[in-house]
């Protein structure tokens, strides 16, 4: 079936470091590909997406490049900042019947001063 | 102005007892979507509706029962609460497929005792 596994989480990093958290994706046909964010006690936001094969998604210093040889979909930051500690959920869309989201199990980051 | 908008926020509640979700969205979105998540953070899709008819009914068990009286508006009815329906609820919004971006509303806490 069409499944998102992220990275085990939590992760832990020093302001100012790179980050990187790997998401790959099994699905049938051509999803499409999303990363959402959640700040501590809110909803999901939408941080980037992307609709077809190598297209890069990018907003607040975050990217991610979908990758259909690799079928994966990663997410990076070049400096990360105190403000983004957050858990971050990457997922698919596909059209089974009714097209719905597909969620990874989310990973926790934590930026530390 | 709030998008998606959720009442209560937290709700305490013993076991049996029947309990109401609130979800409003005033972005003129046509479909509406309730979300469960557990104490790990994984977020499953419970119900979708597209203009106010159900699309999206997962493995949810039937004392759950989604209304939508208005496409702005989704309501989450739970009968006979069981501990294991203790989670944060979420609402959200889409302007059509979830390939355009989903809006969260901030939760609700729901703690059943």
């Known amino acids: 079936g069409n499944s998102v596994t992220q990275m085990e989480g939590p992760v832990t990093l020093s302001e100012e470091a790179f980050l990187t958290i790997n998401c790959t994706y099994t699905a049938t046909g051509y999803p499409s590909l999303f990363w959402y964010v959640q700040y501590p006690g809110e909803g999901l936001q939408l941080l980037l997406k992307?609709?077809?094969?190598?297209d890069k998604g990018s907003n607040k210093g975050f990217e991610a490049t979908y990758r259909k040889e690799t079928t994966s979909f990663h997410l990076e930051k070049g400096s990360v900042q105190v403000s983004d500690s957050a858990v971050y959920f990457c997922a698919l869309s596909y059209q089974g019947g009714s097209e719905k989201l597909v969620f990874g199990k989310g990973t926790k980051l934590t930026v530390n001063p | 102005d709030t998008a998606v908008s959720q009442t209560p926020k937290y709700l305490v509640t013993q076991m049996g007892n029947d309990k109401s979700i609130k979800c409003e969205q005033n972005?003129?979105?046509?479909?509406m979507y309730w979300y469960k998540q557990d104490s790990k953070k994984f977020l499953k899709i419970m119900f979708s509706?597209?203009?106010?008819?159900?699309?999206i009914n997962e493995t949810v068990p039937n004392r759950f029962s989604p209304k939508s009286p208005d496409k702005a508006h989704l309501n989450l009815h739970i009968n006979s609460l069981e501990l294991g329906d203790s989670a944060v609820y979420f609402c959200a919004s889409s302007r059509g497929t979830p390939t355009y971006e989903q809006y969260f509303g901030p939760g609700t806490r729901l703690t059943v005792t």
């Open positions: 992307a609709t077809k094969a190598d």
């Open positions: 972005l003129g979105h046509d479909t």
């Open positions: 509706y597209n203009n106010k008819e159900l699309i």
